[in-house]
């Protein structure tokens, strides 16, 4: 089970908002002990609601923070620097998301660390990494993604367009846990720890191998205008006659040739190598979907193999028989927990529990 994979690793979670937290629940999914550690008002998120700007966040943390114990003490008092001391020396991991030089000013440097436990896998989880021109700034998602160029071919032709979910957050959290996993290996073997500076900007810039190539070779990406990105019939959105959209993601041949049979336009089949940007085919393939509504185009493509899906809303998608099975939506009255996706020896995740707020005498006794 899933739970039992990090049975008996303790992790420290100094993180705050939606990277961090979303790295150390995975690591809860896992079976990782985790204890978030909080300035005593709490992480701010409690007070901001991600989706409307509201000040009631606390179902959204708690979509983030299930599964862990929370723990409120000021770092920068004398008890409670000596309270987190102690809990660093019991823990195998420790995730951080504050600016650099933060810790070192908290007392916490890189030689008290080492000194209080040699075997320590810290990771740093920043939005520029400890070093750099941009190191010291602050930054959300949507500057990250700006920067490593994957905003400048996104959107529609005359605009790039922030997207949903926050792509830059969730790979800095993927990469945090393959990196502290990693890390967890090498300890295993070595007894050696681990520091690790992780830029959710150098996270982002990693997806952009395929574009950055393009670049090399003086074929460089435009908006609309490439295979993946709105350029190619076979390979898009596409609206229907009562407002709905479905997607197409016929790149293979066999595919594409699947698709026009289905709709009753072979003569589209040996169009699927024109130049791109395909402007006259989509017009073509647009006018088609367009003229009947989405339960139409459900009963005939779904099912014809084609690489067909409807755009689903988060309700139709919680709903859909294969999220059903997988079971990895699980609603509550408050909040929805999104479970980790592995199922692993053939077992979904368990439910996660709801995050538990203890003190730090419960804290050290937890961890004896």
Not at 278 to 304: M, P
């Amino acid at each position: 089970m899933s739970e039992s994979l990090l049975d008996g690793t303790r992790v420290l979670d100094l993180s705050q908002y939606l990277p961090g937290p979303s790295a150390t629940q995975m690591l809860a999914d896992m079976g990782a002990d985790v204890i978030k550690v909080e300035p005593p008002g709490g992480d701010p998120l409690l007070g901001m609601s991600p989706l409307t700007g509201g000040v009631e966040g606390e179902p959204f943390y708690k979509a983030v923070n299930a599964g862990k114990s929370v723990l409120r003490i000021d770092l920068k008092s004398d008890q409670g620097r000596k309270g987190f001391e102690e809990l660093l020396s019991r823990a195998d991991v420790m995730l951080e998301s504050y600016r650099p030089g933060v810790m070192d000013r908290l007392g916490f440097t890189r030689d008290v660390l080492n000194s209080v436990n040699p075997r320590l896998i810290h990771c740093a989880l920043t939005g520029y990494g400890q070093q750099g021109p941009k190191s010291d700034e602050g930054g959300h998602d949507i500057n990250y993604i700006a920067l490593t160029g994957g905003l400048a071919v996104s959107g529609v032709a005359k605009s790039p367009i922030a997207g949903w979910p926050p792509a830059a957050d969730f790979t800095g959290a993927l990469n945090a846990v393959n990196a502290i996993l990693a890390a967890m290996i090498r300890c295993q073997r070595t007894g050696k720890g681990a520091y690790i500076d992780l830029a959710m900007a150098d996270n982002f810039m990693a997806w952009q191998a395929w574009g950055m190539t393009g670049q090399v070779l003086g074929e460089p990406m435009t908006r609309n205008g490439n295979l993946l990105n709105g350029g190619a019939a076979c390979y898009g959105v596409y609206p229907t006659a009562d407002g709905r959209f479905v997607t197409l993601g016929a790149l293979e041949p066999k595919f594409w040739a699947n698709f026009c049979r289905a709709v009753g336009r072979e003569d589209w089949i040996a169009r699927q190598g024109e130049t791109l940007p395909q402007t006259a085919l989509i017009k073509e393939v647009k006018a088609l979907l367009s003229a009947h509504n989405l339960d139409h185009w459900e009963r005939l493509l779904d099912g014809a193999d084609c690489c067909y899906q409807a755009v689903l809303d988060y309700d139709e998608a919680a709903a859909h028989p294969q999220v059903q099975l997988r079971q990895q939506v699980r609603k509550h009255d408050d909040h929805c927990q999104v479970m980790w996706p592995a199922h692993v020896d053939g077992k979904a995740p368990e439910d996660r529990r709801p995050y538990v707020e203890i003190d730090l005498s419960k804290s050290l006794n937890k961890w004896q």
